[in-house]
């Protein structure tokens, strides 16, 4: 063994080590993000209730806590930082799949149509009632983000194939789909119905619970695996369709993997959460900024620093405007916008 190569094994390990460090400090932060996310609202619930209530549930304990905090906690505020967490952590996935595989820095998860055909889904199930009983706004918004994804998919074969035309069609499938659901609205909705609409199309987790919160955990789990399999072919695309080929990748496979499992689980978390912007477009930047370019680094920050964020913005909008919470969506665009412009502002040169 050279001197170099010993040299460099260590300094390789210590790398390793000080990124496992930062990872572990990174999930110790977002428990205790969501810990203290829990005692915020209207209602008084301290960091010693949330304990007990946790080990009671979890730990079997059998510690004395008042039937309404334990409501409050176990039923309605945990699931939302939860699903909060997850779609934080999803959504920013989503944004750096595509940012990768388009080498677009401004692909969002919603540049393939799908927020607006949830939108439509749900407007229809809500307003017009189509299948309102066995599928729920959820449901609706599940089916009509598919039913907009296939429809990106058909435009762009048809054009001829390819990442330019993959945005196009979805440009024109968005269009699309936000005129139906205005028309909707515009034509067949009463004032109070069309406040409760506006409300979920602008993001929202009010009334969120444990069967939101497990399907979007593992939805996002699903996605975090997914992506670390696909590491290597991710830091492949980055440098364009001919070089990931040269490197032994097959291209239409795993690029049609990688937009589908995109695509899946952004209808996944626009289904229980609304229409949630800037989320999955700043927050790939910003792990970027923290990780450097290899996805295998970029994958984990990503999924950490986007569900640390997300259980901070919901629980300020929660608080913010008590006790009449703010739409999730407005808060990630007040936050999302000027934080994007500073990211830009310091990558301007490779942007």
């Known amino acids: 063994m050279t001197t170099e190569t010993a040299t460099a094994a260590p300094t390789g390990g210590g790398t390793r080590l000080r990124f496992a460090g930062v990872g572990l ?38 510690i004395p806590v008042r039937v309404s905090k334990e409501a409050i906690v176990w039923e309605d505020r945990l699931p939302r930082a939860l699903v909060a967490a997850a779609c934080g952590a999803g959504l920013g996935l989503c944004g750096l799949i595509l940012q990768s595989l388009l080498r677009n820095p401004l692909a969002d998860p919603y540049v393939l149509g799908i927020s607006s055909g949830a939108s439509s889904g749900a407007v229809v199930v809500a307003i017009l009632g189509v299948g309102a009983a066995g599928l729920g706004i959820p449901g ?15 435009i762009a074969r048809l054009a001829g194939g390819g ?23 515009f034509a067949f909705a009463d ?6 609409v506006m409300f979920w199309l602008l993001g929202s987790l009010e009334g969120v619970r444990w069967n939101g919160a497990a399907l ?62 800037f989320v999955g477009l700043v927050l790939p930047h910003a792990a970027r900024f923290l990780a450097g370019p290899l996805h295998l680094r970029l994958v984990p920050v990503t999924a950490l620093i986007g569900a640390i964020f997300m259980v901070w913005v919901d629980a300020v909008s929660r608080i913010a405007f008590s006790p009449s919470p703010l739409p999730i969506g407005v808060s990630t665009a007040l936050v999302g916008v000027p934080v994007f412009i500073a990211i830009m502002y310091r990558r301007r040169r490779t942007l």
């Open 25 to 62: 400090a990174a999930l110790a932060l977002l428990l205790v993000s969501i810990g203290a996310a829990i005692t915020l609202g209207p209602a008084d619930v301290s960091l010693v209730n949330v304990r007990d209530i946790l080990l009671n549930h979890l730990g079997g304990a059998d």
């Open 216 to 277: 979007c955990g593992i939805a996002a789990l699903a996605g975090t695996l997914l992506c670390l399999a696909r590491a290597h072919v991710l830091d492949a695309f980055a440098f364009g369709d001919d070089v990931a080929a040269s490197l032994g990748v097959h291209v239409k496979r795993e690029r049609a993997v990688l937009i589908t499992a995109a695509a899946l689980l952004t209808a996944t978390m626009v289904s229980v959460a609304g229409a949630v912007g």
């Open 191 to 196: 004032s109070d119905a069309t406040r409760g």
């Open 163 to 185: 990442d330019d035309k993959l945005i196009l069609a979805g440009i024109a499938v968005t269009q699309l789909f936000s005129a139906i659901t205005s028309f909707v609205i």
């Open 140 to 154: 609706g918004a599940f089916i009509g983000s598919l039913v907009s994804f296939a429809a990106v998919l058909a």
